[in-house]
């Protein structure tokens, strides 16, 4: 545990400090554009560790690297000296001011849209089915007190249909103590089951739980030539779903039900893309091995395939994803601010941190993806209307485009410190629950 910590924590850190990097670098590199002059590029707060100023600008990395700033010539109240500056921030057009403030959050958006784009042309590993074949179900569960067994195809959730395993952990988790509707499919049956999710065993999380896994845990890697499971039709990168009526979710099991089955026919059912297969095989008697065999060799891994896109439906694929996580925002925070969801689901910093590392040791497809998701929060966060946010000051800029003179100075003021002590109460809220999911401050 230690040493996973070890080496998640620098990667973490690195991950946050290149998304603040590429969000300030935004506000820099507009300001730049626009003739304005820029005392200072910070990445972190506090004591400044390293830095150099090669000109009129002092770029450095401080102590705490949990956001970043560009300060410019009269952007701060008190910088008297620099308002005086015709460079200054205020000196220049309300246009140009808009687009130094929505270049940091937009660089973000472009970021998680790019790097999604590329992955998807280098090749990605997605699920090979396109259908939830639920492959076991807690005994006390949401699930199994709805009637679901393992076997069922679920089909849609409260009339949406289902098709990845994330649009349906979303759903429940949002859903937490209110009856859904499950529309599932059984042996060509449509049915649709009323199922109240509850919260999840793991007490660090308050978010909904169905208690059911789909299938996708152990797929066949390897078939023996001329052996039972080649006869029966089984394929290499088949799903088991379940053998012989019981899912199979580890495959060291396989091996004790095949031989429990002394040359019986069993019933296997395998999902491949787009179809689910029920087969049936015998297995034969292995006389060097002393035990009866199908002839397969499982793996316990997801189903899942190296898929390389075009550039247009890599751009197509890229979009989609960006909407989701972009829109999934506003369903957490609708949740969050209805009592529905309790804030301590939310991540801070440290949070992210932690997060970072655990999908860098997840291989480069699942750190990508969580640096794209991370990067859309913040460019999608920053663009809300709040004083504190770049979205505020564009509301800003607005009134005074609209009325022709700035906002008073006083107020603005006092609004934006009123608004800073209640998002730093709600982040030390947030970085306490962050620290308490970190192993080693678990017991």
């Known amino acids: 545990m230690w040493l996973s910590l070890l080496w998640q924590i620098p990667v973490g850190l690195a991950v946050l400090?290149?998304?603040?990097?590429?969000h300030e670098a935004g506000h820099f590199l507009m300001a730049r554009r626009e003739g304005v002059k820029v005392h200072?590029?910070?990445?972190?707060?506090g004591p400044r560790l390293i830095g150099f100023k090669p000109g009129e600008t002092e770029y450095k990395f401080c102590a705490i690297p949990f956001g970043g700033y560009v300060a410019m010539a009269g952007e701060n109240p008190d910088d008297l000296e620099g308002a005086k500056d015709p460079r200054a921030f205020d000196s220049v057009s309300i246009g140009a001011r808009a687009r130094i403030v929505a270049a940091g959050p937009i660089v973000n958006i472009v970021f998680a849209f790019l790097a999604i784009w590329i992955a998807g042309m280098v090749g990605v590993r997605e699920p090979v089915q396109d259908v939830l074949v639920v492959a076991a179900v807690s005994d006390s569960g949401p699930a199994a007190k709805a009637g679901i067994l393992p076997g069922d195809s679920?089909?849609?959730?409260?009339?949406?249909k289902m098709e990845r395993e994330m649009a349906f952990l979303e759903h429940i988790a949002l859903n937490k103590g209110r009856s859904v509707t499950v529309e599932i499919r059984r042996k060509g049956q449509d049915i649709k089951l009323a199922m109240t999710p509850e919260t999840t065993p793991d007490p660090k999380i308050d978010l909904g739980w169905a208690g059911l896994w789909f299938g996708g845990k152990v797929t066949i890697h390897e078939i023996v030539p001329g052996g039972a499971a080649q006869a029966s039709g089984l394929r290499e990168g088949d799903t088991i779903v379940s053998f012989d009526g019981k899912p199979l979710s580890v495959a060291e099991d396989l091996p004790g039900l095949v031989n429990a089955s002394a040359g019986k026919p069993m019933r296997v059912m395998v999902a491949r893309p787009g179809a689910r297969v029920e087969l049936d095989v015998a297995a034969r008697w292995n006389e060097s091995e002393k035990r009866w065999m199908i002839g397969v060799r499982p793996a316990a891994v997801v189903p899942l395939h190296v898929r390389s896109y075009g550039p247009v439906e890599a751009a197509v694929r890229s979009?989609?994803?960006?909407?989701?996580?972009?829109?999934?925002?506003?369903?957490?925070?609708?949740?969050?601010?209805?009592g529905q969801l309790a804030a301590k689901n939310l991540a801070g910093p440290v949070g992210i941190v932690q997060m970072?590392?655990?999908?860098?040791?997840?291989?480069?497809?699942?750190?990508?993806?969580?640096?794209?998701?991370v990067s859309i929060n913040l460019g999608v966060m920053n663009f809300l209307p709040l004083v504190v946010t770049d979205g505020g000051r564009l509301v800003e800029l607005a009134f005074e485009k609209v009325r022709g003179r700035r906002a008073n100075r006083r107020f603005m003021e006092i609004l934006t410190n009123v608004v800073m002590y209640a998002f730093l109460m709600l982040a030390l809220y947030v970085t306490f629950h962050d620290i308490l999911r970190v192993p080693m401050f678990l017991r």
């Open 17 to 22: 400090s290149f998304l603040v990097l590429i």
């Open 40 to 45: 200072t590029f910070s990445i972190g707060f």
């Open 154 to 160: 679920l089909l849609a959730v409260d009339g949406r």
């Open 319 to 338: 979009f989609k994803e960006c909407w989701k996580s972009a829109t999934a925002i506003f369903r957490f925070m609708k949740a969050i601010f209805s």
């Open 356 to 373: 970072s590392g655990v999908a860098a040791s997840a291989g480069w497809q699942a750190l990508v993806d969580f640096m794209a998701l």
